[in-house]
Structures are given as structure tokens and as C-alpha cells.
């Protein structure tokens, strides 16, 4: 029997659903699920806290699936447990892909709260796991990955769909300080940050599509979206035992077997430790226009850009306003994961906005009108349209997990994980809440 296959995007933003959960095939019943036209694909946005609660439920409606299931997510793992450094797979990255695809830091920055939303999912996902009869086990790129049990392994979108595409220029390149446009056929869109979302729209989005046997996900435009739909695609292949995994034995990144050549000695020194890469001479779908939409210093070969984790404290995003009546997601793709109503802040004069969800699919009003902030940055046109926008750099604020649902092993020396077995450590009380779950919904 074909395995499962699940793609984890993780996120932990309070104001902002930044987790994606990406499916084939399976059953679900939360509302914020996107359900594309063929190949059985579905995307659900969540909080943290939300997919923790969901996760049981998810494993109730598909409980005949759970010991075969593959989950590639985007979170750090270690052979022994939480990396609490980074490993030689990050170091290699950031060194190899400077400006192009270069991971967080682990130990730095958000890393380590990374690595502690991480393994509170893993966490959950072994609770779900013992309770359906089987376990979840880490794969480290060694060996085959385990039959009748929850497999876990980890990548990272945006040096897994940059490997899909040539090399492109770094100041080419968007950057979390300077957002870039796509030219299609001569039209200026929509405007991005995220080098994952720009290496989807040069043309990565295609080899995803094709993995999943789903051309509508070409049209997906949302970060989250993107990279719970990036994490499918590795998971689907890795079930299948084509991907590629790059790294050693103290942390992996699972990619796509197909990698284009000029990648050829940057995968060499990365170091595959699972198949056997497919090298391909590759092209972008899209013209690169001139010049950023924003003007910010340009990134030098030697300057580290790092891929800041956005889901982690809110993300800085452009509020793109061209209808006087409110506020569109087809525009403003972030939108998708905000709750129902959520304060921004724009970066050029501290202004808060209220954005409230309408009525309307894909609509929100704003508080100021989108008028009134255009007017405030002498945008003097009495209608908004694409020909006469107004785009204004904002904030989302982040907020603090709550407590309650921190994860076992910050004050633990040992690891809940091992690479082979799992030796379950989740709370009584935490394991009676999903047994609960379980026996309730299921």
C-alpha cells in the first residue's frame, strides 16, 4: 500500500495562522482548508495552538492511515534530540548558499524558540502516534526510512526549491528589507519578500505541481501555503524513497532528487547522504524586473541575508491598497493566515491599523479607510485602483505562546527523541487531554 504523505509548515505567531498543513488524500473538518481542483491536494492555515488541538482530530478522521504516514516539515531536528547549535548542515548552507538560500541560525536570533515550537509539534505527533498503535521515529537520512510506523524528517523550502531552479543573482533577489516585484508579460505583481515565495514564482512551483499531480497549486500565492505545499512534495517523494536527503548524521534537509547543474558543486559540498541526485539543466518562467519596489541597500556576495522564519514574530509584509472599499487577499496573499481581525503596524510612521475580515470572500475592511492612508502618504488620487495604488511597508506583531504547552524538553538534559525510538515523554496530563480527543472525535 502507497504511504501517506504530510508536509508540516511551522509557525508560531499569535496573530497570524503560520502554520500550513499539507495533505493527499485524507479527511479533515476545519474550515481554513484549501481543497485544489485535482491530485486530492488540501492545505489547512492554523495557529499553533490550533494544530496542536487539531492534530488529534486529524489523526481520529484518518486513523487507518497514521502508521503510514511520512511528515516532512520545515522545523530543526536532531539525531539525539533539540539542536541546541547549528549543525553542519546549516553551517554548509550558509556558507555554500550566502544570499541565496541561508537557514536561520539555530543558536541565534529565534532560532532555539524554532527548535521549541518544533518539538512541540513532534511532541503531539508522537502522543497522536501511541494512541492510533504505533510510533513516530526521526529519519536521519540513513537507512530506509521504517515500515508501520510515523515517519518525521525535516527540510528546509527555501534551499529546496532553490536547488529546483539555477543559480539566480543575489541582487536579483528579495530580501526581508527589500521586497521585489515579477514582471509577467509585462505586468508589474504582486510584490514579494520571501526568497521561498520568488524561487515558487521563477518556476519551482512547476516541479511541485508535477511531483503532486495538481497543476491548479500553480496558482498559490500564500507563504505558508507555499511551504506546506513545498514540505508535501519532499514528503510524497520520500515515501516513494526518490528524494534526496543533504547533511550528515547530526541533521538533514530532505530536497528534491531533481537539482540543476549549476548546483552541481554546492550539493557536492553539502554532502548527500540519501539517493542519488538528477542533475538538469533548468530556466526561470519569469523575467526579473531592474529594479525593487522598495529602495534598500543591495546585498552584497559576502553579506549574510538569513532566512528569517516570518511565522515566528509576525512578519513584515506590504499592504498593497487599490479599491477604496477595503482591503483584498488577492493582493495581499499574508491576509489568508490573519485571524478574523488583527492590528498591523505601518513601518514608515508607527500607524496602527485595524484590519476586520467582511462578509465578502477574500475582503477585509480597514481602520483608517484605505483612502485615508493613502491621502496620509500623498497618494491625492480620489480613487484607488492597480493603476493608482498605494503600497505601504507594514508590521503583523507577534506574540508569545501560551503557557500551558511548552514543550518537555526545555528543562529535560535528555532527548524524548532518538533516531530509531521513540521513548514517549508527554506529560499525564497533556496525554489525557489527547487520548480524550481521540476517544471523543474518533
Known sequence: MARSSIGLDIGWSMGRRTCALATIDCHHDWGLIETYQTGGVQVGLFTLTELLAYLPRFAALNRGKVRDIVVVLDGPIGPNGPPRQNRLVDTRCINNMRGRAQPSQVAHGQGLEYVQHTYTVIECLQAVSQLCGTEAVVWMGTGDIPEGKLVIAETNPTVALALMLPQQGIATLPTRHRARRINRNGTLYRSIRAKSDWYWELGAKSIVADQLACDAIRDETNHERIAGLTCLALASQLARRESLAIGDNDGIYVIHNTVDTTWLGV???????????????????????????LVAEEVAENQA???????????????????????????????????????????????????????????????PTPLDLARARHVNEQ???????????????????????????????????????????????????VRNRLLTLG
Open 305 to 367: 541575508d538569513y532566512d528569517v522564519k516570518l511565522a515566528g514574530d509576525g512578519g513584515e509584509f506590504v499592504l498593497f491598497l487599490n479599491d477604496n472599499g477595503g482591503v483584498w487577499e488577492r493582493h495581499n496573499e499574508w491576509l489568508a493566515g490573519m485571524l478574523d481581525e488583527g492590528i498591523i503596524m505601518a513601518i514608515d510612521n508607527g500607524q496602527s491599523i485595524t484590519l476586520t475580515r467582511a462578509g465578502r470572500a477574500g475582503q477585509w475592511t480597514s481602520c
Open 267 to 293: 550539493v557536492e559540498l553539502l554532502g548527500v547522504v540519501s539517493g542519488i541526485p538528477q542533475y538538469i539543466q533548468g530556466h526561470a518562467e519569469i523575467e526579473v524586473p531592474p529594479q525593487p519596489i
Open 383 to 433: 480613487h484607488l485602483s492597480g493603476d493608482t495604488p498605494c503600497e505601504i511597508p507594514v508590521r503583523v506583531e507577534g506574540q508569545q505562546l501560551p503557557k500551558g504547552i511548552e514543550p518537555l524538553w526545555l528543562n529535560n538534559a535528555s532527548s524524548p527523541l532518538e533516531e530509531t525510538k521513540v521513548e514517549t515523554k508527554v506529560s499525564e496530563t497533556r496525554n489525557k487531554g
